[in-house]
């Protein structure tokens, strides 16, 4: 059975402060890795990765995929209150199922 | 990426009840998924649905408990039948960014349920 797993589940800093996101999974015929962010009800597609060592860059976000241990890390650089939210990882497998990840709370204060 | 509205929003429903939750894309799109999310946890994908064919589900859910239309590829439903306490969640539909890129899906807003 495909497996998600987030760390840490949860996470409170300061205004300004750098914050590293942690996804590692298992999942059998791996197509992409997925970054939602969740404020509410409806997650927010952040990135999508297939391929390791890349780096997707929006703003002050960025992500990185390694294929081979089975991991990535979602960066968020001089965090801000409106970043507070739910991130989640989804990993997609060759049957268009997307698994997820319990998710990490992000409180960011300011 | 595909505009996706849901309705309703929100509802508070009785147990033994039904509610069917209306999925709505502003573009033609082959494939659209609905996900269930409990309280405190993640995202469950409950089926598949493709315009003209039977919706494909997962373990754990079944279609007379969840059915779900496609009549055309704009539009989807889900009910969820015979309620009880324990369908108190998030319920979202979700549809592929493009052919050829299923795992790229988008979310509508979420239809947030409460069974009393």
């Known amino acids: 059975e495909d497996k998600v797993v987030q760390s840490p589940l949860s996470l409170v800093v300061h205004e300004g402060d750098t914050v590293t996101l942690n996804c590692s999974y298992e999942v059998t015929n791996f197509r992409s890795l997925l970054w939602y962010k969740q404020e509410k009800k409806a997650p927010t597609f952040l990135f999508m990765l297939?391929?390791?060592?890349i780096e997707k860059k929006s703003g002050r976000l960025s992500s990185i995929l390694d294929k081979k241990e089975l991991f990535s890390i979602l960066n968020i650089t001089a965090t801000q209150t409106g970043d507070s939210a739910v991130y989640l990882c989804a990993v997609g497998g060759s049957n268009y199922k997307l698994t997820f990840g319990k998710g990490t709370l992000l409180t960011v204060n300011p | 990426s595909a505009v996706i509205s849901q309705k309703p929003s929100r509802d508070i429903c009785q147990r033994g009840t039904s509610l069917t939750i209306q999925c709505q894309v502003d573009?033609?799109?082959?494939?659209m998924f609905w996900y269930r999310q409990q309280p405190g946890q993640s995202l469950t994908l409950i089926a598949t649905?493709?315009?003209?064919?039977?919706?494909?589900?997962e373990s754990g859910f079944v279609i007379d408990k969840f059915p779900i239309s496609r009549p055309n590829l704009t539009f989807s439903t889900l009910t969820v039948s015979n309620m009880s306490p324990e369908d108190s969640s998030i319920y979202l539909c979700s549809v592929a960014a493009n052919q050829g890129s299923y795992n790229e899906q988008f979310f509508g807003p979420g239809t947030r349920l409460t069974v009393l």
């Open positions: 573009s033609q799109v082959t494939m």
């Open positions: 649905a493709n315009q003209g064919s039977e919706a494909t589900y």
């Open positions: 297939t391929s390791s060592g």
